[in-house]
């Protein structure tokens, strides 16, 4: 697959269990061999395939994303991503949420993942904290995942752990910095989103 340009469009697309779950249309910020990086825009609207499994955001009537935006930093071969998070109109910078999910795959349209539940909060000010681990142990006794999935989730979990402790995180905190291009439109499911297999 092809890498993008900065500006283009890029579907984030979760599949669960072999079939499309839930997708963002993303705004490429910078696509390299050794990182990817997206926005999802505020009130981008998602789109929820039909699926046997119920998106948690769709049984709530979550349909767009809500907050100022945030960005998302991937390194291939990770399973998870690094999330910016800002806060009020100033847009103050409030810290890095490292979300556990399926390594990234390149699709003609963007990429497929499928977020873990488990994830970490890394703020600004503070020590880091272990989020949901009781979702992510409930969805693995709903049989959201396997058994080999749920172990390959916990320790990864460890490794970002003994990571954090450590003090070794590996991105760049001038990212904290980064203002979206105002020009920038809200990106849009295209037509036929529904229709492009899973590769």
């Known amino acids: 697959m092809g890498h993008f340009q900065p500006g283009d469009v890029a579907l984030r697309r979760e ?17 390299e061999p050794d990182l990817l990086v997206v926005f999802t825009a505020p009130d981008v609207a998602f789109g929820f395939p039909p699926h046997h499994w119920p998106h948690h955001w769709q049984t709530l009537g979550r349909t767009h994303w809500r907050g100022t935006g945030k960005l998302q930093l991937h390194r291939p071969g990770d399973a998870y991503s690094v999330d910016l998070y800002w806060q009020g109109a100033e847009r103050r910078f409030a810290g890095w949420y490292l979300n556990l999910q399926d390594p990234f795959r390149r699709t003609p349209l963007g990429f497929d993942t499928l977020d873990h539940a488990l994830d970490f909060w890394v703020p600004v000010e503070g020590d880091w904290e272990e989020l949901d681990r009781d979702e992510f142990e409930e969805q693995v006794a709903e049989g959201k995942y396997t058994a080999e999935q749920a172990e390959s989730i916990r320790a990864t979990g460890k490794e970002l752990e003994a990571m954090l402790t450590a003090g070794t995180t590996w991105w760049d905190p001038k ?7 105002p020009d920038w439109p809200v990106p849009v499911l295209p037509d036929g989103w529904q229709d492009y297999p899973v590769l």
């Not at 990212?175 to 291009?181: C, I, M, V």
Request: aromatic share 12%; glycine share 8%; hydrophobic share 45%.
């Open 15 to 31: 599949v669960l269990h072999g079939k499309p779950w839930a997708v963002t249309p993303t705004r490429v910020v910078l696509d």
């Open 175 to 181: 990212w904290g910095l980064w203002e979206p291009d």
